[in-house]
């Protein structure tokens, strides 16, 4: 009997809960990989390389359009090989990222480690953590998901943070290097002796087989649907679109955080309280909404979301002073934090869990190429115009555009599964 049946016959609940934990630590290795964090690094990878904004951002836009394409590869990965073949793979790819990461000397080696980041820490790792908990948990896959993403979201006001002393204390190498080695030493060790594929692994049901039942809004899906008949629905058109927007959205206020608040007057303290203002709502928005997940229509969950996300994105073209940046963090926090929760929960409840992978890596491409293409034109704006107003100008116009047609993502009928 392997270590994890001997605990799941001790433990008075399911082992899905063991699992939980795994998923969470190997979404935090994705860290490294994300634009938040990255951007730490951008003033000091400028000086150190003399690339101006929009030359980083380029090579950013590139390699992040490469991890989008890995995403759908990554995805078929997980559905053979189960995602603890392939977080154990990840993890060992962060760690050689970041040593890359601490090597770059020229644009060209700078590209293959973002290349190497941007696939292990965008398109796997979360991918990869979501797909381990949606096949140990049905009835309470919201809360749980919500319960995953609340401790993530928890860190996103302390690891650019804490970045940030790393680097002021040893330099952006060394930081780079200590995070990798870090993840490496206590993640490695936690996905090889705990995680398993399914709860079949371990002589369990999904969700243990004991658990009170939790009304839910929408029953599970009928059957199991196929990548190529998921994408003749309308509602993965419609998440899909989604993801590409926040992608966009994110990631190019993210990527050039900094830059953007100095232009109305504000310094990297106020960067700094935002984000940390910014972390507390999106844990809180997971915890919250995965609970009404699993009890009100996802179709009302993901409007309100996108509706937020408009109005933050308002509030941060309006800024000018830190009353309005706290705005943006307060309503966007929460926003992110629904949509997220929302998408997590819609994709095995709506399509099944035998092609969770490819089915899902749909939304994860879509994510990552959005999130590559943004930083590169609001970098050539900066550039161009000295100002970030035009592509937050229209960034909003496309937020409001799509939360009219958000109701529209219902749960698609049983006959376009393919036989």
Not at 67 to 92: K, P, W
Not at 196 to 216: K, L, Q
Not at 375 to 402: E, H, K, M, Q
């Amino acid at each position: 009997m392997t270590l994890p049946a001997r605990i799941a016959t001790r433990l008075p609940v399911s082992y899905g809960w063991v699992i939980l934990v795994v998923a969470t630590a190997i979404h935090l290795v994705s860290y490294p990989g994300q634009s938040v964090v990255i951007a730490v690094y951008n003033p000091s990878l400028r000086a150190a390389l003399g690339l101006s904004h929009g030359d980083l951002a380029g090579i950013y836009m590139v390699a992040t359009l490469i991890a989008g394409g890995m995403a759908l590869v990554i995805g078929a990965a997980i559905d053979r090989f189960g995602v603890r073949s392939v977080s154990i793979v990840a993890v060992v790819a962060m760690l050689g990222a970041c040593v890359l990461m601490s090597r770059v000397s020229s644009a060209l080696t700078l590209f293959v480690a973002f290349v190497l980041l941007r696939v292990v820490g965008h398109s796997c790792l979360p991918m990869v953590a979501d797909n381990a908990v949606a096949m140990w948990f049905n009835r309470r896959l919201g809360s749980v998901t919500g319960i995953k993403n609340m401790a993530i979201a928890g860190c996103i006001g302390i690891v650019p943070a804490l970045n940030m002393w790393l680097i002021k204390c040893y330099g952006w190498r060394l930081a780079f290097t200590v995070q990798g080695v870090f993840f490496a030493v206590t993640v490695l060790p936690m996905v090889g002796l705990f995680l398993r594929n399914r709860p079949a692994d371990v002589g369990e049901t999904i969700d243990g087989g004991s658990e009170a039942a939790v009304t839910i809004a929408e029953p599970p899906a009928a059957a199991d649907f196929t990548a190529g008949a998921a994408i003749r629905t309308r509602a993965c058109w419609l998440i899909i679109l989604f993801s590409s927007l926040r992608g966009v959205m994110w990631a190019g206020i993210a990527f050039h955080i900094i830059p953007l608040f100095a232009s109305r007057g504000l310094t990297g303290a106020d960067v700094a309280t935002t984000l940390v203002v910014f972390g507390i709502c999106l844990a809180l928005s997971q915890l919250f909404g995965g609970f009404v997940a699993d009890r009100l229509p996802l179709p009302l969950l993901l409007t309100l979301a996108q509706g937020m996300i408009a109005v933050g994105c308002f509030c941060l073209l309006q800024m000018s002073s830190m009353s309005l940046a706290l705005a943006f963090a307060v309503v966007v926090g929460i926003g992110e934090g629904l949509g997220f929760i929302t998408v997590a929960t819609l994709w095995p409840r709506y399509y099944g869990r035998r092609h969770l992978g490819k089915i899902r890596s749909l939304g994860m491409a879509a994510l990552v190429i959005g999130s590559s293409v943004s930083p590169y034109l609001f970098g050539i704006a900066y550039d161009a115009w000295n100002s970030f107003d035009r592509p937050l100008t229209i960034l909003t116009i496309l937020c409001v555009i799509l939360t009219v047609f958000m109701p529209l993502t219902t749960m698609p009928k049983a006959r376009y599964i393919s036989p």
